[in-house]
């Protein structure tokens, strides 16, 4: 069991009063530290009902949001991440950008050993966009290489 000082940092889980951002916050993130720092391990978020705006016409974006990530100190804690991912719900940006703003967020916030962000978004017009971005430390960046590859092949 974690005890009351690991837990310093971490606000929004189990408070009944929190309220959900109306803009894009990445400031509502928060973090916990990883009690296994040694171990090389993977974590994996899906946020099936991610939303975001059209910038152009305003009109509503729905995707699946996959989130790997091999933590190294910090890890994001759950409610936080959701309650930052619902702040893009009335955010204006293209899919591409909103992946490529979740993975850079996450990666300032944690530093991780790897992290990507892949966004399977629902089909507008006849057609599918799936952005994928990554990055991964000197130690990993063969493996998001690999992974780059992967993706451009659609084999997640």
Do not use: W
Not at 6 to 29: D, F, H, R, S
Not at 35 to 58: A, D, I, Q, R
Not at 83 to 103: A, K, P, Q, T
């Amino acid at each position: 069991m974690r005890a009351d000082d690991e837990l310093q940092g971490v606000t929004l889980l189990g408070n009944t009063g929190v309220k959900y951002p109306t803009e894009y916050a990445p400031e509502i993130l928060e973090t916990f530290k990883n009690k296994h720092p040694e171990n090389e391990y993977l974590v994996t978020f899906t946020c099936p009902e991610f939303t975001s705006l059209c910038p152009k016409t305003g009109q509503p974006d729905f995707a699946k949001i996959i989130i790997n990530y091999i933590p190294r100190e910090d890890m994001v804690e759950s409610k936080s991440l959701k309650l930052y991912l619902f702040s893009f719900r009335n955010h204006g940006d293209f899919h591409e950008d909103c992946v490529n703003i979740i993975m850079k967020d996450l990666k300032r916030l944690m530093n991780p050993r790897y992290i990507e962000v892949i966004g399977l978004f629902t089909p507008r017009g006849g057609i599918s966009i799936y952005p994928f971005a990554n990055y991964g430390d000197e130690e990993h960046k063969e493996m998001a290489r690999a992974r780059m590859m992967a993706a451009m092949r659609n084999d997640f």
